[in-house]
Structures are given as structure tokens and as C-alpha cells.
């Protein structure tokens, strides 16, 4: 009788460890117990929304080591929707399971200076940067770099903060005294066309698969719609696909990782920050593929083979932003063409992400900008004319 390899696959039964308890987590949970496991969710948040599809969850600081330990030794293997854990929390992770990605991607891609100068060592072209600890530093990479350029935090920024757009040598000051903790990095201005992600997974073995690339559409710098595909020409989709590839291949990747691209006038790719973890610009995998972003995550921390990352549909992706879009929740339920995910979050605050719709259409289908705003029904806005 031959035997299916199962040596180094996670049974299923087995408990995925996940950090951090938002909708990330929550997604990957779900993906988890489709494929037979349980999940025990990491998080400091008591009413996290990961918790109320996970079988166990820990309530502790990302920084109290007993916590974690417990945690560890009661899971298969460590994963994570959150990157943002100190070296000393994932140490301890480490110590007890395998933790996938390992401590050193998330070393990399916590850092924005050790994110570029690894995607540069991976011949992966991004804006210019200087490292930042002076306000002579600053001045000094002013006159390099030109203006404007981008100011930001190494550590810790999401949906723009943590960013200063700089205008006139005049703004150098403020910007530098309002942005912390230090160092900081500045970045050319990056004048894109457009900007897109691809979400590449890589398995124990070195197996690898990709998503297509797609377009990313942002409105008070939170991701608003997402469209796979990305209606870019198809050399810049294979560019961009090519460098997930080889950006997971080098930093040794066993996980998901997504990558973020500028598009310039001449449909050259520029890469702008990785994360190693499922990616808001993958929820439309979840309707458009056989194998979604949070399966496609959980096969690869498993060790389970990973399929191609094939759609079956072209998608839209619009996210539901607190308060308003969730406001709608009733009469987007009442949408024909809308497939709802709501996030089971209490607060409905100002700039929460809340859930997602999704809205399929046939490959090589995608509507235009009023095809998609008419197509969302009572979330489109018309655009500008
Ligand atoms: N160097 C740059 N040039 C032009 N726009 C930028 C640059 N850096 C960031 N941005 C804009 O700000 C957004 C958020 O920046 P990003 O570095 O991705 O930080 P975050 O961690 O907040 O997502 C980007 O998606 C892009 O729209
Ligand atoms: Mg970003």
C-alpha cells in the first residue's frame, strides 16, 4: 500500500499557533479548520475577532515571556498575522516550536532600513533611501535626494503613519522632531502611476507559488479597492511576480509574504515595503480562488503541498472602513453581486477596518472605473468626471 507523505505534514488536529487576533488572524483561523486543524490565537486585545473562530486563544502582551512560552508549547507550529514582535518574544517562540516565517524575515521587514538594503542586495530596485539619525543627516540627504520626498519611522508604521511628506527644506525640522522613535529613513518620492502587491508563498522544501499581481487603490492612505487582476501590461505583472519570487527564494521565506509596488510612467516596478503575513490586498482570494491568500499560508506553515495560485474569476475588493461603509452593512447584505465579510468587531471607530466586500467577474472581464462604481451598488462613488 503506498503511503501519501505525510512525514514532515502537520496531521490535521494539530494547532496552529497564530500571533496577534485581528482579521488577519481571524481569516487564517477560518482557512486553518477548513483543512481539519485548530488555531490558538495570540493576542493582547480581550475581545480580539480572531478569538471567535479559534478553538484556544492566549490573552497577554506581545512581550511577556511566560505568556509566550505557554503558548508555544501548546501549539504544532507559530505563525503570524502581526510581524511587530521583539527578537527577544520571537527567541522564545523559537525555542520551543518552529516559527514560520522565522525570526530573521520578520527581523528584516520590521525594519525599514534592513528591508531595503536586503531588497537591494536582492537586486530588487526601490525609491532612494537614506538612514536617518541627525537633523544634519536629514539636510544632507535633502540635498541628495531632492524634494519632496517621504520621511518616516523605520519601526512600526501602518496605513501611513508614521510618515511625513516633505514639500520645502523648510518642513526638514518639524518633520524630524515629530516623527519617533528614531532612526528614520527618507525616501525619494516616488511619482507612481499606480501601486500593486503580489503575495508569493514558499513551503518547507522551497516550493513556491504566486498569486497574480494587482492593483491597489487607497483613499486617507488606507487601502480602499483592490483589483485582480491589475490592469497593468502584462511585462510589468511578470516583473513583479518574478521579484516576489526571487525576494522569497533569498530571504528564505516559509510562510506568505506579500510585496508592495510603485508603478511608474514607464510600467517599470519599484518595490516599496514586504510583509510576511497574509495581506489586505489578498482578501479577494478568499472568493476568486480555489486556494485563498490564508489557505495558501496555512498549507505552507504546515507543510502541506502548495497549488498553484490560480483565479478563477477577475475581483474587485473594497474595503467596509468604520464608520460609514459599515453604516451600509444591511443594504450591502441586500446587494445582489456583493459577497460580504464582516470582521465581528464591536467598535465601529473613525478609519477601523470592519470587513470587506468582494465582487467576481468573468476573467478578462474587469469593468472600468464606472463599471466597478455602479457594480458596488451602495458603496460606489462615481468617479470624479
Ligand atoms: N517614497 C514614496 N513615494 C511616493 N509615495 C509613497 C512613498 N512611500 C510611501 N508612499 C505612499 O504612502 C503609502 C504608505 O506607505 P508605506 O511605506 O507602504 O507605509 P505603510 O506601512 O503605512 O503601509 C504608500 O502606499 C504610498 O501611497
Ligand atoms: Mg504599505
Redesign the pocket.
Known amino acids: 500500500m503506498r503511503r501519501p507523505p505525510m512525514a514532515n505534514m502537520l496531521p490535521p488536529l494539530a494547532t496552529i499557533g497564530i500571533i496577534g487576533g485581528g482579521q488577519l488572524g481571524r481569516m487564517t483561523a477560518m482557512a486553518a479548520a477548513r483543512l481539519g486543524y485548530r488555531s490558538h490565537i495570540f493576542a493582547p486585545e480581550p475581545d480580539s475577532p480572531a478569538f471567535q473562530v479559534a478553538s484556544a486563544h492566549s490573552i497577554a502582551d506581545y512581550e511577556d515571556e511566560i505568556a509566550l512560552a505557554r503558548f508555544a508549547e501548546q501549539v504544532d507550529v507559530v505563525t503570524f498575522e502581526f510581524e511587530n514582535i521583539s527578537a527577544e518574544a520571537l527567541a522564545i517562540l523559537a525555542a520551543h516550536r518552529p516559527v514560520r516565517p522565522g525570526p530573521n524575515v520578520l527581523r528584516i521587514s520590521q525594519d525599514r532600513l534592513l528591508e531595503k538594503t536586503f531588497l537591494n542586495n536582492a537586486d530588487v530596485q526601490t525609491?532612494p533611501w537614506r538612514a536617518i539619525t541627525s537633523l544634519d543627516d536629514l539636510t544632507h540627504a535633502i540635498a541628495k535626494l531632492g524634494l519632496p520626498a517621504?520621511l518616516?519611522t523605520t519601526r512600526l508604521?501602518?496605513?501611513?503613519?508614521g510618515?511625513f511628506l516633505l514639500r520645502s527644506p523648510a518642513d526638514a525640522a518639524t518633520a524630524f522632531a515629530q516623527l519617533n522613535p528614531k532612526p528614520l529613513i527618507l525616501?525619494?518620492?516616488?511619482d507612481?502611476a499606480a501601486?500593486g502587491s503580489v503575495l508569493v508563498a514558499r513551503g518547507p522544501a522551497g516550493a513556491t507559488s504566486v498569486f497574480d499581481m494587482v492593483e491597489n487603490r487607497?483613499r486617507d492612505?488606507i487601502l480602499d479597492l483592490t483589483l485582480a487582476p491589475a490592469p497593468f501590461a502584462p511585462e510589468t505583472r511578470a516583473a513583479a511576480q518574478a521579484m516576489a519570487l526571487r525576494i522569497a527564494e533569498q530571504i528564505d521565506l516559509v510562510g506568505l509574504l506579500a510585496v508592495?509596488f510603485?508603478i511608474d510612467r514607464n510600467g517599470s516596478v519599484i518595490a516599496?515595503?514586504i510583509a510576511p503575513r497574509p495581506h489586505n490586498s489578498g482578501h479577494w482570494t478568499l472568493d476568486a480562488c480555489p486556494v485563498s491568500q490564508f489557505e495558501m499560508q496555512v498549507r505552507a506553515v504546515a507543510g502541506l503541498p502548495l497549488p498553484p495560485a490560480r483565479r478563477h474569476a477577475d475581483a474587485v475588493m473594497k474595503n467596509l472602513i468604520g464608520p460609514d461603509d459599515m453604516a451600509l452593512w444591511p443594504t450591502i447584505l441586500a446587494t445582489d453581486g456583493l459577497i460580504p465579510h464582516h470582521y465581528g468587531k464591536r467598535e465601529n471607530r473613525p478609519g477601523r477596518k470592519l470587513g470587506h466586500v468582494t465582487m467576481l467577474f468573468p476573467r478578462n472581464a474587469l469593468p472600468g472605473e464606472f463599471g466597478i462604481a455602479a457594480a458596488l451598488g451602495p458603496l460606489g462613488t462615481p468617479p470624479e468626471p
Not at 157 to 161: P, Q, R
Not at 187 to 190: D, I, K
Open positions: 525609491a517621504v518616516k508604521g501602518y496605513d501611513g503613519k510618515q525616501e525619494g518620492f516616488v507612481f501601486e487607497h492612505h508592495e510603485f516599496n515595503e
